[in-house]
Nanobody
Framework: QVQLVESGGGLVQTGGSLTLSCAASGRTLSSYTMGWFRQAPGKEREFVAAITWRSGVKAYAESVKGRFTISRDNAKNTVYLQMNSLKPEDTAIYYC???????????????????WGQGTQVTVSS
């Protein structure tokens, strides 16, 4: 079992930055992929970014490419999502997730992720 706890959400103005953190515990994550997803009001949950724990291969949704950066700290068992140039359409609940399948490149589909955090709210004001 893997426990994921997100933090770092909040209210920010358009063009601002936030860094989300996801602290993982409960199992060795060396073969996992860690992902960030988001869900805006009235919309389905969507892929944002992911990183393979072992090799650090990254993947991004087109909507955040060039603005968001995913990273990991092996010593702290923590994954980060650095979000820059935020837009009102980035407003959503952001979820951290873990995919237990050993993937060479990160997978992007919700159903492939086995563990989820409780989410953290990000609100971008215009």
């Amino acid at each position: 079992q893997v426990q994921l706890v997100e933090s770092g959400g909040g209210l920010v103005q358009t063009g601002g930055s936030l860094t989300l953190s996801c602290a993982a515990s409960g199992r060795t994550l060396s073969s996992y992929t860690m992902g960030w997803f988001r869900q805006a009001p009235g919309k389905e949950r969507e892929f944002v970014a992911a990183i393979t724990w072992r090799s650090g291969v990254k993947a991004y949704a087109e909507s955040v490419k060039g603005r968001f950066t995913i990273s990991r700290d092996n010593a702290k068992n923590t994954v980060y999502l650095q979000m820059n140039s935020l837009k009102p359409e980035d407003t959503a609940i952001y979820y951290c997730a873990a995919d237990a399948f050993f993937a060479v490149v990160p997978r992007r589909t919700l159903r492939e992720y086995d563990y989820w955090g409780q989410g953290t709210q990000v609100t971008v004001s215009s």
